[in-house]
């Protein structure tokens, strides 16, 4: 972020922004508030937030959902805090950048779903195989997605970071003060 710049700090609302690898515009979501914003990571939340598809779709996201992203990290993670326990949505994508429009990332198409009774699932691969062909992601990139995934069934059968039911408590009650602290 750019010398003078105003970091968006607690309680306050955010874009965030997915590109696809050839700098097209892939979703936003309009109204993201900010639990943390650190020196590598940040974590927000998104409830009941309007979001536009690249095809000018707009939705609204159901349920609370907390959302990591880190500066190092080839991925992201959203926990969505359903009836029957957390649903984690991991986009392998780019380290994230943050500038006075958004929070923004390059989204790499493959995904892991982790089901509240622990399942979990590799998603998107066809499209990943497709794109990475489309847009030459080359064997660079390639090698880090790989080791990213890895990085992240790590996180997940070690309960690390936002895997972690302490995450989800602390995160989420915080989510909740603040927008008691609205109103």
Not at 59 to 88: Q, S
Not at 112 to 121: I, L
Not at 152 to 157: A, L, S, T
């Amino acid at each position: 972020m750019p010398r003078g710049q105003q970091l968006p700090k607690e309680g306050d609302f955010i874009a965030i922004q997915s590109y696809k690898h050839d700098g097209s515009l892939h979703r936003v979501w309009r109204d993201t508030m900010v639990l943390k914003n650190g020196e590598n990571s940040l974590i927000g939340c998104n409830n009941h937030t309007l979001v536009t598809e690249d095809d000018g779709r707009h939705w609204v996201t159901r349920e609370p959902a907390l959302v990591y992203f880190h500066k190092h990290y080839w991925f992201n993670v959203v926990a969505m805090i359903r009836d029957d326990g957390i649903a984690y949505y991991c986009n392998l994508a780019s380290p994230y950048a943050l500038d006075k429009e958004a929070l923004k990332y390059i989204d790499y198409d493959l995904d892991v779903k982790v089901f509240p009774d622990g399942r979990r699932k590799l998603l998107d691969v066809d499209e990943y195989l497709a794109f990475s062909k489309r847009w030459d992601y080359g064997p660079e990139i390639d090698h880090i997605l790989k080791k990213n995934v890895r990085i992240i069934v790590d996180w997940i059968n070690n309960e690390k970071g936002p895997f972690s039911k302490e995450f989800i408590a602390i995160w989420y009650e915080r989510y909740l003060a603040l927008s008691r602290q609205r109103k």
